[in-house]
């Protein structure tokens, strides 16, 4: 895969998804980007969080009613009595 361009917008839907302990939906990320990006469009948000799923940054959880929950990729790694444990943040 081709090295992905920096983008100010994605990292704040990074941020987001890192910072709230709710799964949320494409359209509450997009409205909390909002606040700091007026411009953005929920076009944009959609297209940056499949890219992150599409790398592995974050993961899609579908739900019954056929919508989409995402959330990052991040966790702690911790030995405790010779196993690793590994715990979502």
Same mark, same amino acid.
């Given at each position: 895969?081709?090295?992905?361009?920096?983008?100010?917008?994605?990292?704040?839907?990074?941020?987001?998804?890192?910072?709230?302990?709710?799964? !949320? #939906?494409? *359209?509450?990320?997009? =409205?909390?980007?909002?606040?700091? /990006?007026?411009?953005?469009?929920?076009?944009?948000?959609?297209?940056?969080?499949?890219?992150?799923?599409?790398?592995?940054?974050?993961?899609?959880? !579908? #739900?019954? *009613?056929?919508?989409? =929950?995402?959330?990052?990729?991040? /966790?702690?790694?911790?030995?405790?009595?010779?196993?690793?444990?590994?715990?979502?943040?």
């Amino acid at each position: 895969m081709a090295a992905i361009k920096y983008s100010r917008q994605r990292e704040a839907i990074k941020h987001y998804l890192a910072s709230t302990k709710e799964h !949320p #939906t494409a *359209d509450t990320v997009y =409205l909390h980007v909002k606040e700091d /990006f007026p411009n953005i469009s929920l076009g944009t948000v959609y297209r940056n969080l499949n890219l992150l799923t599409d790398i592995g940054e974050a993961i899609k959880i !579908p #739900t019954p *009613d056929g919508g989409m =929950l995402f959330r990052t990729i991040i /966790f702690s790694v911790q030995a405790v009595d010779g196993y690793w444990i590994w715990n979502w943040i």
